[in-house]
């Protein structure tokens, strides 16, 4: 016959614990928070005790998806953290809003796809990512921020320090991974490599946000390897969406050029 030791704190005889006890020995402290006020509220409704607790367990429920909710956003290190709705779509001179909406019901990262955001600086290239990236969170993914020369930077120090594989590992494993700003800095062919390594990885295996201010036309000369930036530009539009924006920068009072397609 199996015996199983009882956990730590709990009294022999199990039936004289309240329902409070019974609540915080499962570690459903909400619920047990608000059952009191609980119970006065369904007593004066005349409530079963089973529609108590249920609603007592929505309770926590709520209570646990907003503790994973506030988890996943912090372990995202998304910054700054934003919202659709707080995106002002009449500002630039031209954005294709339903691409946008498509890429907000996430079903790009269902479907292990990419969304791009090409634009000049200042017209919300960051803010609309990022705020793809909360919503990603937000419904349980895993998702990681990373400034493009950064993760360069990372993968650099990876290679020097014989652990490299393991930082490709670990920017392959997100969810969504959004690389912001890539193509404000330039990078040798070393980083060129490194770079298309981690798009190689995640091809079709999960998705990428991209925030960019270069056309595809000049990313030979982001990357210094026409080669490289051909194969990775290649892998993010493959069956992905791409938000162009134009108009003027709002940290600048002049117009600024939209970047043509390749």
Not at 44 to 60: C, F, K, V
Not at 127 to 136: E, R
Request: hydrophobic share 45%.
């Amino acid at each position: 016959m199996t015996t199983f030791s009882r956990p730590p704190g709990l009294p022999n005889d199990l039936s004289a614990l309240s329902l409070e006890e019974v609540l915080r020995a499962l570690g459903l402290e909400h619920a047990a928070d608000e059952l009191d006020a609980s119970r006065k509220r369904a007593i004066a409704r005349n409530d079963s005790p089973t529609a108590l607790l249920e609603g007592l367990m929505r309770e926590q429920l709520r209570v646990l998806a907003e503790t994973r909710a506030k988890a996943a956003l912090k372990r995202s290190a998304i910054f700054p953290l934003s919202t659709l709705e707080a995106y002002d779509f009449n500002y630039p001179k031209h954005i294709d809003k339903d691409v946008v909406a498509r890429a907000a019901t996430l079903d790009f990262v269902r479907e292990k796809t990419n969304v791009v955001f090409i634009g000049p600086s200042g017209v919300g290239k960051t803010h609309l990512a990022n705020a793809v990236g909360q919503l990603a969170c937000l419904r349980g993914y895993r998702v990681r921020f990373v400034v493009a020369a950064d993760l360069v930077n990372d993968l650099v120090a990876g290679q020097s320090r014989n652990t490299l594989s393991k930082r490709l590992t670990t920017w392959a494993a997100p969810d969504v991974l959004l690389i912001d700003e890539l193509g404000y800095l330039s990078f040798d062919a070393r980083g060129a490599d490194l770079l298309y390594q981690v798009f190689n990885r995640r091809y079709q295996r999960s998705s990428t946000i991209v925030t960019t201010n270069l056309p595809f036309k000049d990313w030979g000369k982001l990357f210094h390897n026409s080669a490289a930036a051909s194969a990775i530009a290649d892998r993010l539009v493959h069956k992905g969406l791409l938000v162009r924006i134009t108009g003027k920068s709002r940290r600048s009072d002049a117009e600024v050029e939209p970047p043509q397609a390749a």
